[in-house]
Nanobody, 127 residues
C-alpha cells in the first residue's frame, strides 16, 4: 500500500519560490506515475503537473508552465515540485498523487486516474 506525505508548503511573497516534496512509501513507487494537484478555497481541484514512472516525460498546466518544474527520484521515493515566480493565484492546498492501478506508469491530467493521495500542504502567496 502506497502512502504519500507532502512537505515544503508555506507563506511566500509574490515572485518568490517554494519547493514541495512528496515522500512515498511502498516498493513499487518507481512504476507509478505521479502528479501534483491543487485546490483553492471555493474552487475545484485542478491539475498542476505530472511525471511518468521513468521521469522521462512531464505534463504541466498552462498556468504553471515555465514557472514550475516536477521531478522525481526513484531511488529516494520522492517527487518534487519546484515553484518559481509564484503568484497570488497559486495560493492553494497542494496535493501529491500516485497512480497505482491500470496504466500506472502513464501520467495524466485527470485526477480520477490517481488513486492514492497525500494529505496536502498549504501554499500561500502574498501580493
Amino acid at each position: 500500500q502506497v502512502q504519500l506525505v507532502e512537505s515544503g508548503g508555506g507563506l511566500v511573497q509574490a515572485g518568490g519560490s517554494l519547493r514541495l516534496s512528496c515522500a512515498a512509501s511502498g516498493r513499487t513507487f518507481s512504476t507509478h506515475a505521479m502528479g501534483w494537484f491543487r485546490q483553492a478555497p471555493g474552487k475545484e481541484r485542478e491539475f498542476v503537473a505530472a511525471v511518468i514512472w521513468s521521469a522521462g516525460n512531464t505534463l504541466y498546466a498552462d498556468s504553471v508552465k515555465g514557472r514550475f518544474t516536477i521531478s522525481r527520484d526513484n531511488a529516494k521515493n520522492t517527487v518534487n515540485l519546484q515553484m518559481n515566480s509564484l503568484k497570488p493565484e497559486d495560493t492553494a492546498v497542494y496535493f501529491c498523487a500516485s497512480r497505482t492501478g491500470y496504466n500506472s506508469r502513464i501520467s495524466s491530467r485527470n485526477a480520477d486516474v490517481y488513486d492514492v493521495w497525500g494529505q496536502g500542504t498549504q501554499v500561500t502567496v502574498s501580493s
